[in-house]
């Protein structure tokens, strides 16, 4: 063997040993960043889920918290919510579902997604899945009918049923059994199942009748009737910043005076401790507080915190909140109720775990 051989030997060797150092030290790095995320993956999860217009992962938590799921892939166009959803998840959304082709998305066996409410054209006198074209829901519509999940879980806001007088709540269920789905649907609200708001929720559930033989069998859960305590989610200590202004505390007091003069209940709503719940979170919630503020002793009332949204909406303690106060409000007002998601998905999970074990 020529000393060139031995050489150009040595080096390849070296050259191997660099690779291997670098690839130990991108899985150590790999590993570290995994250690960071609270709610990492669970790749062994017996479902692959897939959580379409996915906010900040409320819906996918609640999944992710029976232990039995894999997400392959997720869907979000808000960035300051994807930036919330990652540092939980270490996942990144992709971008606009619209414009991911259908094929794109991996195979599944459960659809997750809380869609926009929008009304349908109504073009044609059947109610259908051409109806829906142009909206959000198409997306979810297209998205089922080429990869045929087990079964999904949709959720929207309670008055889906009457937007557009009904006919919005009519072309969803029409097309989701259309596309050969056993449709139920019900309200619930976060309340009964141990969070101190009074979230009422309109959640959709399908199975596919051909791969799943026990779809009847399914049956929302049932409320737990835990009491609930406002003083349950609020921090000790909170900065001032979240007392309202006494011109503010001034506009709220004269509006809702002004209100009830008018014979209506609008206003603020003021909440103690004490209190079994609050109202409903909503995204509107940056702007001045006032659907629930905090009575304090010797001061003006004031905001949540963007921790006691969080806990309001079922999110543990351990949950990132990586963005602004305006944009947290936002994120948690728009989220849905975590531990009534996972009441949801035992049930889900209880009739395909039947279906399997036949």
């Not at 570290?32 to 897939?50: A, L, R």
């Not at 906010?55 to 892939?73: H, K, M, P, S, Y």
């Not at 959709?204 to 859960?221: L, T």
């Not at 008018?262 to 702007?287: C, E, H, Q, V, W």
Request: with cysteine; charged share 25%; net charge neutral.
């Amino acid at each position: 063997m020529t000393s060139e051989t031995k050489l150009d030997l040595a080096s390849q060797s070296n050259l191997i040993e660099t690779k291997q150092e670098c690839l130990k030290e991108h899985l150590h790095m790999m590993q570290e960043m995994q250690e960071d995320i609270p709610f990492p993956n669970n790749p062994s999860g017996k479902y692959k889920v897939i959580d379409l217009f996915a906010g900040i992962g409320g819906i996918r938590l609640g999944f992710a918290q029976t232990q039995e799921v894999n997400f392959v892939f997720s869907s979000e166009i808000d960035k300051f919510a994807a930036k919330t959803y990652q540092a939980n998840f270490g996942d990144t959304p992709h971008g606009d579902i619209t414009q991911i082709p259908e094929l794109d998305v991996p195979d599944h066996d459960i659809l997750i997604g809380g869609f926009p409410c929008q009304a349908f054209s109504q073009a044609g006198k059947k109610l259908g899945f051409e109806d829906t074209r142009g909206t959000l829901f198409f997306d979810i519509a297209r998205i089922i009918k080429a990869k045929r999940p087990k079964a999904f879980l949709l959720e929207n806001v309670k008055n889906l049923k009457s937007h557009d007088k009904g006919k919005t709540f009519a072309v969803i269920m029409e097309t989701l059994n259309d596309l050969g789905y056993a449709v139920s649907s019900t309200i619930l609200r976060a309340r009964d199942f141990g969070v101190p708001q009074n979230r009422e929720r309109i959640y959709i559930v399908g199975f596919d009748k051909e791969q799943i033989s026990n779809y009847a069998d399914f049956q929302f859960p049932q409320a737990t009737n835990t009491p609930t305590k406002v003083g349950d989610i609020l921090e000790n200590n909170v900065s001032d910043k979240y007392t309202i202004s006494d011109k503010l505390w001034e506009g709220h007091q004269r509006r809702k005076l002004e209100h009830k003069e008018k014979g209506n209940g609008f206003g603020y709503s003021l909440f103690t401790p004490d209190s079994a719940y609050t109202n409903t979170i909503s995204a509107r919630y940056y702007k001045d507080g006032s659907e629930i503020l905090i009575a304090q002793q010797g001061k003006n009332p004031r905001k949540l915190t963007p921790r006691e949204a969080a806990r309001l909406q079922g999110f543990p303690d351990n949950f990132i909140i990586p963005v602004s106060d305006t944009q947290s409000y936002k994120q948690f007002g728009n989220s849905v109720s975590v531990p009534v998601i996972k009441a949801l998905a035992d049930c889900i999970l209880k009739v395909l775990n039947q279906t399997s074990s036949k």
